[in-house]
């Protein structure tokens, strides 16, 4: 059947790759309306740094090699947005600072090169955070992203880019990064499902480093068996990876279909974390919750309450343990090497070096590698980097100890809906806790995923989280299947479908 070009863009990527898989619909077709959707509402929204120019051409090498009757991946031919935070052979690789403005890497993130080798054609690079230090991508070298529901408010962050793109229907599928929650709380205010999955289960290869004991690459997508696909063809072990982890891993997609025919959570034993759905969480967000939480338990799953008392601290000792490998990683962006390099006529390589970072890096950077700096210095490692490590080990051990009682752990994936933009821009407390909920699941290693459970009050998407033991992710897509299926028979389609229509595209 014959699909208008604006009615591809709004296709789930799953439906969309097997459309392209069946002939229905070629690549460069699927490609090009979504170039199109982007150069029609990427004005407002500027989800993408850079578009790939090369697009069509590697759609067109696609249908050649289907038509030539090769057996390609499931996914061949379908587009793909990259956070700006991989590294892309032949396209700009920029962190979102303006001291790799313009660099273009020698090689891909191991991520990158398996998407490539599944023939996903990359539509191009999306807008984050600088060095992914942010929860709203307003702290982007190149201006913020706007969150397609409203374009005054954030898309969240860091990796707001992703989401917005996969919100706006410019990409079916993306790329990001978790580091204390950029996957899962943009996925929050941008209606949208974000996974970040076991520590070391997804190549960190190529990703450039903000806190290297955190960070994992993640899927962007609207359903959930999307995430899965993409999570499939990303993950297993990577040598180029020291923390990559050399273990089987089941078929995530198998799991998350499963979970979506299944219609029941029987058996399943899911804890609300008391710490995480309490103080300094909106009244609608809470009010989203606890019917989600009545969802599940009309569905089959016993709900029960969980304690994890160590959680209170996990933002100061995220705050402390981030800043302090952020310090480290970014030394090497030093002016001799690549990236910026501001020339002092007759000066000393440090005084290059300084003069580089200084115009190079911006504030939130800086401010974060100062604190980094400042507490793994003499006199004040053991009193504040080595005591927050100490937090960490007792933040995995509640973990440890909640899933003893729970299959699965839920809460909100972040504490409001989304905030005007520069409504917390000079308040960086106020912005630290946008990540709340997320930060533990990165200090203990374990997936998460948020995905839409309903609007706020003022009509803006609000996000659950699902937590599961480390090397349980295929738990996560089946539960998380099943729940999204359950509240999108309510809502009529899944959440999506729902947002506004944006001024530059037509529906």
């Known amino acids: ?268 034993k899911v804890g609300v974390v008391k710490e995480l759905d309490s103080e300094g969480i909106a009244a609608d967000v809470q009010a989203r919750f606890k019917e989600t939480v009545q969802v599940l338990t009309d569905a089959g799953a016993e709900v029960v309450e969980v304690s994890c008392p160590s959680f209170a601290y996990s933002v100061a000792a995220y705050y402390l343990i981030l800043p302090a490998e952020a310090s480290s990683n970014l030394a090497r962006f030093d002016s001799v090497r690549f990236g910026l390099r501001v020339e002092q006529q007759g000066q000393t390589v440090e005084d290059v070096m300084a003069a580089s970072r200084e115009a190079g890096f911006g504030p939130e950077v800086k401010r974060r590698i100062i604190l980094g700096t400042y507490a793994l210095s003499a006199g004040y490692y053991d009193a504040y980097y080595g005591s927050a490590q100490k937090v960490r080990t007792l933040i995995q051990r509640d973990f440890d100890a909640a899933f003893e009682q729970a299959d699965l752990l839920i809460s909100p994936a972040a504490p409001t809906t989304a905030f005007k933009i520069g409504e917390k821009i000079d308040d960086p407390l106020a912005m630290y806790v946008n990540d709340i909920t997320t930060i533990p699941a990165n200090l203990a290693g374990i997936p998460g995923m948020g995905l839409p459970m309903g609007l706020g009050d003022d009509g803006l998407p609000v996000g659950l989280q699902l937590l599961a033991p480390m090397f349980e992710d295929a738990r996560l897509y089946r539960a998380g299947a099943t729940i999204e299926a359950l509240l999108a028979d309510g809502w009529g389609g899944i959440l999506t479908t729902k947002a506004p229509e944006l001024a530059g595209g037509a529906a």
Request: aromatic share 4%; with cysteine; hydrophobic share 40%.
């Open 1 to 268: 059947m014959e699909q208008a070009p604006s009615e591809l863009t709004r296709l789930p990527g799953h439906e969309l790759a097997t459309l392209i898989a069946a002939g229905d619909v070629s690549s460069v077709e699927a490609t090009q309306a979504h170039l199109d959707r982007i150069a029609a509402v990427d004005g407002e929204i500027h989800a993408f740094l850079h578009v790939n120019g090369g697009a069509l051409e590697q759609a067109k090498a696609i249908d050649e090699r289907r038509a030539s009757g090769e057996q390609l991946h499931a996914l061949a031919g379908a587009p793909v947005a990259i956070k700006d935070v991989l590294c892309t052979i032949g396209m700009p690789s920029t962190s979102g600072s303006r001291i790799l403005e313009g660099w273009v890497p020698p090689y891909d993130a191991t991520v990158v090169a398996r998407l490539k080798a599944a023939g996903l054609v990359a539509l191009g690079k999306t807008n984050m955070d600088e060095f992914a230090m942010g929860s709203s991508t307003e702290h982007s070298a190149y201006g913020p992203t706007r969150n397609p529901w409203d374009t005054e408010r954030i898309p969240g962050g860091s990796g707001g880019g992703s989401a917005a793109a996969v919100a706006a229907f410019e990409a079916p599928f993306a790329l990001g990064s978790d580091t204390g929650g950029s996957i899962r709380q943009p996925a929050a205010v941008t209606g949208t499902v974000g996974v970040k999955p076991t520590y070391g289960g997804v190549s960190r290869y190529g990703a450039i480093a903000l806190a290297s004991s955190l960070d994992q690459v993640g899927p962007v997508t609207r359903t959930v068996l999307d995430s899965a696909l993409i999570h499939d063809v990303i993950g297993g072990h990577d040598p180029h990876d020291s923390t990559s982890l050399k273990r089987e891993w089941p078929s995530f997609t198998a799991a998350a279909r499963e979970g979506a025919a299944s219609g029941s959570l029987a058996g399943l």
